[in-house]
């Protein structure tokens, strides 16, 4: 019990003190530049969902096509690297229908943010 309630602690303070300014979506625009991913992203689309009345989730779900699996780990190593509070919150691969050496990709990355009361 102790853990747990040590683990929300440690979540609510890396939640108040990233940066107020931080979005995800141009963040994550960002690192698909820096990837050389432009060409391969079919849509983001970003969406919020309140948890309570004290935080909400920002979700961005990137669809990505005929990628290399080089460069979909390279991708996820640079947001598990991030100094960001981000997590992938779910990932779907599956072979490219028209080359069977690519991968389809679709990954949902997620951001809490403090709500604004």
Known sequence: ?????????????KVASQD???ELLPSLESLIKQGGLEE???SMKQQELPLDENYYERIVQIR????????????LQKLESSEVLVKVKSLHIKKNLTN???????????????SQN
């Open 1 to 13: 019990m102790i853990v747990v309630a040590n683990d929300l602690y440690n979540l609510r303070t």
């Open 20 to 22: 107020r300014t931080f």
């Open 40 to 42: 391969r992203t079919a």
């Open 64 to 75: 990505l096509e005929s990628l290399t699996l080089e460069q979909l780990v390279d991708l």
């Open 100 to 114: 069977a050496n690519l991968l389809d990709s679709i990954i949902e990355i997620s951001n809490l943010k403090p």
